[in-house]
């Protein structure tokens, strides 16, 4: 069974290079029947499950990260075919707003303006000469 040392037992301790200001508060493990060799043993397995944990949360992170840039590659690009398909259609309406302009003021095939629209055509028809 683990004591916990005590002030009574020994000094301050060092932990992390800082010393601990009351050693009572320190939980630091002490069996008398454990080996020094188990507890190297029990140190390299506590290690190197820590640098599984590491490598596989680097790991997770690294995935997480490819798949969110995946992600908002997919966005940005459904984005802009979205805003090309709308300057398309701008386009589009835009074309057929100037050819319905230039239907409207084309007159038997001539180009007319707003002051000339209702001005006589040498084609217009006279009318009778001998009505009125």
């Given at each position: 069974?683990?004591?916990?040392?005590?002030?009574a037992?020994?000094?301050?301790?060092?932990?992390?290079?800082?010393?601990v200001?009351?050693?009572?508060?320190?939980?630091?493990?002490?069996?008398?029947g454990?080996?020094?060799?188990?507890?190297f043993?029990?140190?390299d397995?506590?290690?190197?499950?820590?640098?599984?944990?590491?490598?596989?949360?680097?790991?997770?992170?690294?995935?997480g990260?490819?798949?969110?840039?995946?992600i908002?590659?997919?966005?940005?690009?459904?984005?802009?075919?979205?805003?090309?398909?709308?300057?398309?259609?701008?386009?589009?309406?835009?074309?057929?707003?100037?050819?319905?302009?230039?239907?409207?003021?084309?007159?038997?095939g001539e180009?007319?303006?707003?002051g000339?629209?209702?001005?006589?055509?040498?084609?217009?028809?006279?009318?009778?000469?001998d009505?009125?």
């Amino acid at each position: 069974m683990p004591i916990i040392s005590t002030a009574a037992d020994s000094a301050p301790q060092l932990r992390h290079g800082l010393a601990v200001a009351d050693a009572s508060l320190s939980a630091v493990p002490r069996d008398e029947g454990v080996s020094r060799q188990a507890a190297f043993a029990e140190a390299d397995r506590i290690a190197a499950e820590l640098s599984h944990r590491i490598a596989w949360a680097r790991a997770s992170y690294r995935h997480g990260v490819e798949d969110g840039v995946e992600i908002g590659r997919g966005q940005a690009l459904a984005e802009e075919a979205a805003q090309r398909r709308e300057a398309a259609g701008l386009v589009r309406s835009a074309i057929r707003d100037a050819a319905a302009g230039r239907d409207r003021w084309t007159l038997r095939g001539e180009w007319r303006t707003r002051g000339t629209f209702g001005q006589p055509h040498c084609d217009d028809f006279a009318g009778r000469g001998d009505a009125a």
